[in-house]
């Protein structure tokens, strides 16, 4: 029962250009939504979250936009550095404040 | 400033041997977690505690055993090891009882022969 999904394995995108990352989830309860970021070899790093009150939230090159009627999130770069390439996972809080994470997108980004 | 650290880094089993894998952090979270990653699962939550004394178990607790006896420390005991649990663990942090903003460790990748 994949509560959190993240349907493409790997994304490339040029130096410069957007990345869009999207997120899946099937339970409107959620409350809580963030995005993290890994590097190999590493852990995740917090990246951004969203609350459910709200629809949109940016931090510098980052947006979150939330569409709770399609149970969607999104995560959008712009512009895109090389230094982006990781991998994205995002995460939902249930709860019992407990994260369910998605299986994560590989990000490339091609200078 | 240490963080989440977790020892050790890589470590290899035989199948029924046990072993800890040990996690601690510096920053006074009441909230403390294991997950483990393995490709196309994401990470699934083993274990958490809320404070010391206090421990619940995740998705994916079978095998493994937690316990806290102090805020700082949070180790994962596998008891009896089987190749299933070859994966990469990560330890995990967080302000309160809440958890939304997690502080991970480095990892700890195992295999199990």
């Known amino acids: 029962d994949q509560q959190v999904k993240q349907n493409s394995p790997s994304l490339s995108v040029q130096e410069g250009r957007i990345s869009i990352l999207n997120c899946d989830y099937t339970?409107?309860?959620?409350?809580?939504f963030l995005w993290y970021k890994k590097y190999p070899a590493e852990g995740p790093t917090f990246l951004i979250s969203i609350s459910s009150i709200k629809d949109k939230n940016e931090d510098g090159r980052f947006t979150v936009f939330l569409n709770k009627s399609a149970k969607h999130l999104s995560l959008h770069i712009v512009p895109s550095q090389p230094g982006d390439s990781a991998v994205y996972f995002c995460a939902v809080k249930r709860p019992g404040n407990k994260l369910v994470f998605g299986a994560g997108t590989i990000l490339r980004v091609k200078s | 400033n240490a963080g989440v650290t977790q020892t050790p880094k890589f470590q290899v089993l035989k199948t029924g041997q046990s072993m800890t894998l040990q996690c601690a952090q510096d920053m006074n979270h009441e909230y403390m977690s294991w997950y483990r990653q393995d490709p196309g699962m994401g990470l699934r939550l083993i274990h958490y505690s809320v404070g010391a004394g206090i421990t619940d178990q995740g998705e994916v607790p079978n095998g493994y055993n937690v316990s806290r006896s102090t805020t700082e420390d949070f180790p994962l005991r596998l008891l009896s090891a089987a190749p299933s649990q070859t994966s990469v663990y990560f330890c995990?942090?967080?302000?309160?009882?809440?958890?939304?903003?997690?502080?991970f460790g480095s990892g700890t990748q195992l295999s199990v022969l």
């Open positions: 339970n409107s309860m959620f409350d809580y």
């Open positions: 995990a942090s967080g302000t309160g009882g809440v958890g939304e903003k997690l502080f």
